[in-house]
C-alpha cells in the first residue's frame, strides 16, 4: 500500500506497455508478423487478467467463472455482426450491459459465500453460460463459428489491419490499466482493499462489505467483456471454448503468476503465460506438464508473483 | 435517557448460557466498566451489542431507538464503535491509512472512484489528529502489521475514536500492556471522559477502579451486581465470586 511501491508498479506498467509499443518493429525486423498476433492475443488476455486482478487481487473475490465475460464478450461480436451490427464501440456497450446484468445478479448471489464456496459457485455460473452457448445451433454450438469480418471502427474496416488491431488493443489497455489504477487509489478502492485485509474490521467502523465487493465485481465482469470482444476480433473466430472453465483457471494463473493485487503483475502474468505457452509448445508436447511444474515453483518460492521477484531484485540492488 | 440500554439479553450457545438475562442502563457520558472472570461471556456481550452477534431474545436501545437488529455498520453509523479484544487492524495498510479509513466512514460517500484518497487532506488531517492523541503520531507510515504490541493496541483504540462515536465499546484495551505504557493509556482514556459514553471491559483493576463511575460483575453470564467501584469493591458477593479469585492468584 506504501507509496514507493505503487509508484514502482506504474513504472513497470508503462514499461510493459513500451515494450509492447515497440514489439511491431521488433516483428518487421525479425521478419515474423506473427508476433503481432500473438502480442494481440497477449494484449487482450491483458485486459481479462487486470479484470480479474480487481476483484481477486483487491477484493479477495476468487472468481472461477470469468471466462463467461470473455464469452459475452466474443458472442456480442458475433452475434450483433449476424445482424449486420459491426461498430466495435456498439459490441463493446452490448457485451458491458449483458455482463453488468449477469455480474449483478450472480455477484449478489455468490457474495453470499465465503472462501472455496464462492469460487464453487462462481464456476457454476460459469458452466451455466458455457452451456447456453453450447447449446446455440445458430452460432455453431460446441463448434463455434467464423468472424466474416472483423468489427468496425466509425464505419471504417481498419482492424482488418493485424497491425492497427495490435495498436487498438493496446490503447484500450492502457485506458482500463489507468482506469483500475485510478479505482484502486481512490476512496472505493481504499474500501475494497480493506475488506480484503480484515472484512470484521472494515464492517466495525461503519462499512457493508458486500456492496462495495459487488460493485467491484460488476466493474471487473464489464472490463473482462471488453477483453473477450477484442479476443473475438483477433481470432476472427467465437466459440463455447473462450467459456470454459480452463479458460477461467488460466486467467487465475496469470493473475497469480504475476502477483496478484499488483494491475501490473496480472499483465506481466498474461505475457509470461501466453509466451511460454507458445514457447514450451515447439519444444514439447508436454508443455502442459512443465508448465505445471513452473506454476507450483513460482507459487513455493514466491508467492507474490513475478513482481516478488522483481521487487527482491530492486531492493537487492538498492 | 440512558445512551444504551439492555433489556433482559439472552444468549446460548448449545447448552451454555453465555448471556442469561442481562439488563443494563449505560448513563450518557459515563465510564461503565464490566469486569468477570475468564469465560464470563464479556466478549460476546460487546459482540451482540455491537452487531456481530444477535441476542437470542431481549432488545437493546440506543438513545431510546431499538437498535437490536441493525447490522454492524448501521450501528456505527447511529455512533457505537467498538475495539476488539483480539487487535484487528489492517496489517497491510499504514497506521494513517487504517485511520484515515474511518474517518472515511463518517465523512461523505465511498462510493467515488476516481479521486486519490491518499491525497484528501481533511481526512489524512482528522486521522493525524486522532493518532497524535494516541502516541502514534511519528508511526504515521509504518504498516500496521510492522507495530509492537503496545502500539497495536492503541492504534485499536485510535481506530475506533475516529469513527467519532457516541459509545464506545471497548475490550480489554489494556490487554498484554503494563507499567507505565498502561498508565499513559488510562490517562488517554481519562482524558475523554464525560465526551463520550463507555462501556469498559477490563481485566486491570487498578485501570477499572481509576476509570469507572460505575461497575457491573458479569459472572457464568450473569451480572450479579452493578455499583459505584466503592460499592464492588465492599460486596462480598463479588469478592467471593470474583476479586478474591484475583486475589488469591
Ligand atoms: N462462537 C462460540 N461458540 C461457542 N461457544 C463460544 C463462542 N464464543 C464464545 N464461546 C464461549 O462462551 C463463553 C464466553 O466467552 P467470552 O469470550 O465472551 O468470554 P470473556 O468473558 O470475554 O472471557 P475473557 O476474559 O477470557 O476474554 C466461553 O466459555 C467461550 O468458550
Ligand atoms: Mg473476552
Request: charged share 15%.
Amino acid at each position: 500500500m506504501t507509496a514507493p511501491r505503487i509508484h514502482g508498479r506504474v513504472v513497470a506498467a508503462l514499461m510493459l506497455f513500451a515494450g509492447f509499443a515497440l514489439l511491431p518493429l521488433v516483428a518487421w525486423l525479425a521478419d515474423d508478423p506473427f508476433l503481432v498476433v500473438i502480442g494481440a492475443r497477449i494484449l487482450a488476455y491483458g485486459i481479462a487478467a487486470l479484470a480479474l486482478d480487481l476483484i481477486l487481487g483487491f477484493g479477495a473475490m476468487v472468481s472461477f467463472g470469468h471466462a463467461a465475460y470473455l464469452g459475452f464478450g466474443a458472442y456480442a461480436v458475433a452475434i450483433l455482426s449476424r445482424f449486420g451490427i459491426t461498430d466495435l464501440g456498439l459490441h463493446m456497450a452490448a457485451a458491458v450491459v449483458v455482463s453488468a446484468g449477469f455480474a449483478l445478479i450472480t455477484g449478489a448471489i455468490s457474495l453470499r459465500t465465503r472462501g472455496v464456496y464462492f469460487i464453487m459457485i462462481t464456476l457454476a455460473f460459469g458452466q451455466m453460460v458455457y452451456f447456453f452457448f453450447t447449446s446455440l445451433s445458430a452460432f455453431g454450438g460446441d463448434d463455434g463459428t467464423g468472424l466474416r469480418q472483423r468489427s468496425t471502427l466509425l464505419g471504417s474496416s481498419v482492424l482488418e489491419h493485424d497491425l492497427v488491431f495490435f495498436y487498438v488493443t493496446l490503447a484500450v489497455l492502457m485506458a482500463l490499466f489507468w482506469l483500475a489504477h485510478r479505482i484502486v487509489g481512490s476512496r472505493f478502492g481504499r474500501v475494497l482493499t480493506g475488506i480484503r485485509e480484515n472484512p470484521t474490521r472494515i464492517e466495525a467502523i461503519g462499512f457493508a462489505p458486500r456492496r462495495y465487493q459487488l460493485t467491484a465485481f460488476v466493474i471487473s465482469g464489464c472490463m473482462t467483456a471488453i477483453a473477450g470482444v477484442l479476443l473475438a476480433n483477433q481470432a476472427e473466430f467465437v466459440s463455447p471454448a473462450f467459456i470454459s472453465w480452463h479458460r477461467s483457471g488460466e486467467l487465475i494463473f496469470m493473475v497469480v503468476l504475476g502477483g496478484a493485487g499488483t494491475l501490473s503483475g496480472a499483465i506481466a502474468g498474461a505475457v509470461t503465460m501466453i509466451v511460454l505457452e507458445e514457447w514450451l509448445e515447439v519444444f514439447t508436447e508436454h508443455w502442459k506438464l512443465v508448465f505445471g511444474i513452473i506454476l507450483v515453483l513460482m507459487v513455493l518460492y514466491s508467492p507474490r508473483g513475478i513482481t516478488g521477484i522483481i521487487e527482491r531484485l530492486m531492493r537487492g540492488r538498492s | 435517557m440512558s445512551r444504551l440500554t439492555l433489556h433482559d439479553l439472552c444468549l446460548s450457545f448449545g447448552a451454555l448460557k453465555v448471556t442469561d438475562h442481562v439488563s443494563l442502563a449505560v448513563e450518557p457520558g459515563e465510564i461503565h466498566a464490566i469486569i468477570g472472570p475468564n469465560g464470563a461471556g464479556k466478549t460476546t456481550l460487546i459482540a451482540q451489542l455491537s452487531g456481530q452477534l444477535t441476542p437470542d431474545s431481549g432488545r437493546i436501545e440506543l438513545d431510546g431507538s431499538d437498535i437490536t437488529h441493525l447490522s454492524p455498520p448501521a450501528r456505527v453509523h447511529r455512533g457505537l464503535a467498538r475495539s476488539f479484544q483480539i487487535t484487528s487492524v489492517l496489517p497491510g495498510f499504514s497506521v494513517l491509512e487504517n485511520v484515515a479509513l474511518a474517518v472515511q466512514a463518517r465523512s461523505g460517500s465511498s462510493f467515488r472512484f476516481f479521486g486519490r484518497v491518499a491525497e484528501e487532506q481533511p481526512l489524512n488531517d482528522a486521522a493525524r489528529a486522532v493518532l497524535d492523541a494516541t502516541d502514534l503520531g511519528d508511526r504515521l507510515h509504518v504498516l500496521a502489521g510492522a507495530l509492537s504490541h503496545g502500539e497495536h493496541r492503541r492504534l485499536e483504540l485510535a481506530i475506533a475514536l475516529a469513527t467519532d462515536p457516541s459509545v464506545l465499546l471497548l475490550d480489554e484495551p489494556l490487554a498484554g500492556i503494563g507499567g507505565a505504557e498502561a498508565e499513559r493509556f488510562v490517562e488517554q482514556l481519562r482524558a475523554r471522559k464525560g465526551q463520550l459514553t463507555m462501556v469498559l471491559i477490563e481485566h486491570d483493576m487498578d485501570a477499572v477502579f481509576a476509570l469507572a463511575d460505575r461497575v457491573s460483575v458479569l459472572v457464568y453470564g450473569r451480572i450479579i451486581a452493578t455499583g459505584t467501584p466503592d460499592q464492588i469493591r465492599s460486596d462480598p458477593a463479588v469478592r467471593a465470586a470474583y476479586l478474591g479469585q484475583e486475589e488469591a492468584s
